[in-house]
DNA sequence: AGTGCTAGAACCAAGATAGC
DNA sequence: GCTATCTTGGTTCTAGCACT
């Protein structure tokens, strides 16, 4: 059907606000350029200027249901429509004409609902699977200050010392140009997530030759990102995963030696503790800030027994691989998610 | 080899403006 | 006046090079 009997609202003038920019709930907003989409249904009444955001009301209420829209707004049926039609060079944009064109298959009203909520318990199902993997990581903090306290504190007493006390070797990355048409997979900084742990996408390579073996990663140690953001500078992870794998120059390769545990250190610079120390030592310069390998082994810190890291590392362990089962069941749920919305635009729900 | 530093690419969102 | 499109600007990351 044709859309044009909603209202589509974009923008007003800042200090003259009329009933154009009265947002109601129930209303649809809808980013137009950007990062196209994200439709948000409003929850309460406000007024406010609207730019580049289509504003969707609905008039004709026993026509059709808000959150059936929603889900249509958000399928690859409607997707598939404007991506055809979205325009712009660098920038990609809809129009409010590509929107009200939007050709929506509307069935009866109690049709529409009974759609929305299929849709709506799907939709949570997966969100309380994330929010699920969301506690597993706060679960990995609250582990460490269980077993070692607050580190600044010290109340459990630890020997403290710098981690370099318990790293074996600290080594730059490779500076080669990396493709993405290489042999050797190399980890750049965009590999390492800030919550500290290994992201193995968007790789990019190198050639055999290059991948001499003082750029090789092994399983068991640490990356830490010297040269980023002030934010992200310091973004520090444990590699376990396939090889052989490189690293760029703009992360350091640290080592420990066997009586200490990678993760214990990791852990200790993803805590907040960690965090904080980090932004208050790099270096700041127009932009970027550095931490030099230097600096990042004088980083002083608890050292709890060998033992107790090593069941620190177990937990960690025993974290993220429940943490990996319940990502694959968001992506099966996802998926699932995908199969029904694709069911409920032509027809077949 | 290790390190500091910077240009600029890529991305994205908001502001500004041209044209109907 | 309204809409479509272009410009500006911020953030983050990439890549490379020069200096020690």
């Not at 209202?7 to 947002?23: A, M």
């Not at 709930?25 to 809808?30: M, V």
């Not at 994330?130 to 306290?149: C, H, P, S, W």
């Amino acid at each position: 059907m044709d859309f044009s009997e909603c209202n589509f609202i974009t923008e007003d003038d800042h200090n003259n606000f009329s009933k154009r920019s009265f947002v109601e709930k129930g209303d649809i907003l809808y980013a137009m350029i950007g990062t196209i989409g994200n439709p948000v249904i409003v929850d309460t009444d406000k007024i406010f200027s609207i730019k580049n955001v289509a504003l969707f009301k609905f008039n004709q209420k026993d026509k059709i249901y808000n959150r059936y829209f929603y889900h249509f707004l958000n399928s690859d049926v409607a997707l598939k429509q404007l991506s055809q039609l979205s325009r712009g060079g660098t920038q990609k944009f809809v129009s409010l004409g590509n929107l009200r064109n939007l050709k929506i298959p509307l069935p009866p009203l109690e049709e529409q609902r009974r759609i929305a909520s299929i849709l709506d318990k799907a939709d949570q199902i997966r969100q309380k699977r994330q929010q699920a993997i969301a506690k597993l990581d706060e679960l990995l903090q609250a582990t460490f200050i269980d077993m070692f306290g607050d580190p600044i504190k010290n109340e459990k007493g630890w020997k403290i010392g710098k981690i370099g006390d318990m790293l074996e070797s600290v080594k730059y990355g490779s500076s080669d140009k990396a493709t993405l048409d290489g042999e050797v997979p190399i980890l750049r900084m965009n590999n390492i997530t800030y919550s500290g742990e290994m992201y193995l996408a968007d790789l990019k390579y190198i050639t055999a030759d290059q991948a001499d073996e003082k750029y090789l990663v092994k399983q068991g140690d640490i990356l830490f990102n010297r040269t980023n953001s002030k934010e992200l500078v310091g973004k520090t992870a444990v590699y376990n995963g396939p090889e052989p794998m490189a690293y760029a120059g703009y992360l350091v390769r640290g080592r420990t030696l066997p009586e200490y545990m990678p993760e214990y250190i990791s852990g200790f610079l993803n805590s907040s503790w960690g965090k904080s120390t980090l932004q208050s030592m790099c270096k700041s310069i127009i932009g970027m800030a550095n931490i030099n390998a230097k600096e990042f082994q004088s980083i002083r810190l608890p050292i709890p027994p060998s033992d107790l890291q090593k069941q620190f590392t177990k937990k960690v362990h025993a974290i993220r691989d429940h943490k990996l089962k319940l990502e694959k069941q968001l992506v099966q749920n996802n998926e699932l998610f995908k199969a029904l919305q694709q069911k409920a635009f032509n027809g077949t729900l």
